[in-house]
């Protein structure tokens, strides 16, 4: 296994695995069971990270990952509620959850 980067947080690292595999490359994260708390590993290295199986598989699984990253920023990306932690489709200017406003709607939009 290869670890190929952290995510920021666990969803969204799921949210890779799934789009990695979709691709084909055989992946998993780790640092999921950790929420159960073992206690064994020190928080700061519990990742989440995500593991690809083959080498080989590196470029292809970093770019599906950037270009996901890319597609996102560009379109109005899923966004994470600054103050509960919920994931939000694009279209939602204010978090469904806690009613937050999308931070950053001020920011000049880019070209
Ligand atoms: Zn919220």
Do not use: K, Y
């Not at 073992?38 to 990952?65: K, T, Y």
């Not at 597609?71 to 489709?89: D, F, K, N, T, V």
């Amino acid at each position: 296994m290869i670890r190929l980067t952290r995510a920021p947080d666990m969803l969204l690292g799921q949210h890779w695995v799934n789009l990695l595999r979709q691709a084909g490359i055989a992946c998993r994260l780790t640092g999921v069971h950790l929420q159960g708390g073992a206690g064994e590993i020190p928080v700061d290295q519990c990742g989440p990270d995500l593991w690809i199986e083959n080498e080989h598989d590196r470029e292809s699984a970093m770019g599906i990952i950037e270009g996901w990253a890319d597609a996102s920023s560009r379109a109005g990306p899923h966004w994470h509620c600054p103050a509960c932690g919920e994931w939000l489709e694009p279209q939602f200017s204010s978090c469904w959850q806690c009613g937050a406003a999308r931070p950053g709607d001020d920011a000049p939009p880019r070209a």
